[in-house]
């Protein structure tokens, strides 16, 4: 079974790897980069601090723990512990398999933290701002971000599906501990943090698909350049 799940996997990989264009291997590459998010990440620290920056202190701390814990299970320990090769270096495979730009990632895949650490973020997000076209939005965003993986060779599908689990395990526990902690903060020095408004959600689901778009037309400028 598991033998049969693996060629599944590699055949999957290498019938969506070959789906590729000039204008594909530049969104995919820069989608892939987390500097290329930064417009999202700037629209959310400045809704945080101009609502309540006691509160934003918070939320950007559990966010970080969300993804540290995202990327220690999946790199740390997943990794090292199961040693699946990336198609990329796999031998059986890795001559078929399209690389852009010559990256090939690391020795091992699975899981794929990229996968991981972005849904862990959009699952804290979500939870967090509790607004139906946000939380479509940003699993968009992750789910785009972990395709990208895919697309450049340096992940197989399961490799994605196990980061997503990771993901939103990481993101869970994340919030829970903020809500803790913010509980805490609460009754220590009798100060209630208001609930995030329908408003703010609204601006953040617009930060995330003005980056979308960004990166969609600098990419697209770039390939007609190239």
């Not at 990794?79 to 990256?103: A, S």
């Not at 399961?158 to 609460?186: E, M, P």
């Amino acid at each position: 079974m598991i033998e049969y799940l693996d060629n599944l996997d590699k055949q999957l990989l290498l019938y969506l790897n070959g789906m590729h264009t000039p204008f594909f291997d530049t969104l995919m590459w820069y989608v892939s980069k987390t500097a290329t998010w930064s417009l999202m990440l700037i629209t959310l620290i400045f809704i945080l601090f101009r609502d309540n920056w006691r509160r934003a202190i918070f939320v950007l701390l559990g966010i970080a723990f969300t993804i540290t814990l995202a990327d220690q299970i999946s790199s740390g320990i997943i990794k090292d512990t199961i040693e699946r090769l990336r198609p990329t270096h796999n031998p059986e495979i890795g001559f078929l398999v399209h690389i852009v730009n010559g990256y090939k990632g690391g020795l091992y895949g699975f899981v794929s933290s990229h996968a991981a650490n972005t849904i862990g973020v959009a699952t804290f997000i979500s939870l967090l701002f509790k607004h139906k076209i946000l939380t479509i939005s940003i699993f968009l965003w992750a789910i785009i971000i972990s395709y990208s993986r895919i697309y450049l060779g340096v992940h197989y599908v399961g490799d994605i599906i196990g980061g997503i689990c990771v993901g939103l395990i990481s993101g869970y526990i994340g919030f829970r501990i903020y809500q803790y902690a913010k509980n805490i903060k609460n009754i220590k020095q009798k100060y209630v943090f208001t609930e995030i408004s329908k408003k703010n959600a609204q601006i953040m689901t617009i930060g995330i698909w003005s980056n979308i778009l960004i990166t969609v037309g600098v990419s697209a400028i770039l390939c007609f350049l190239a």
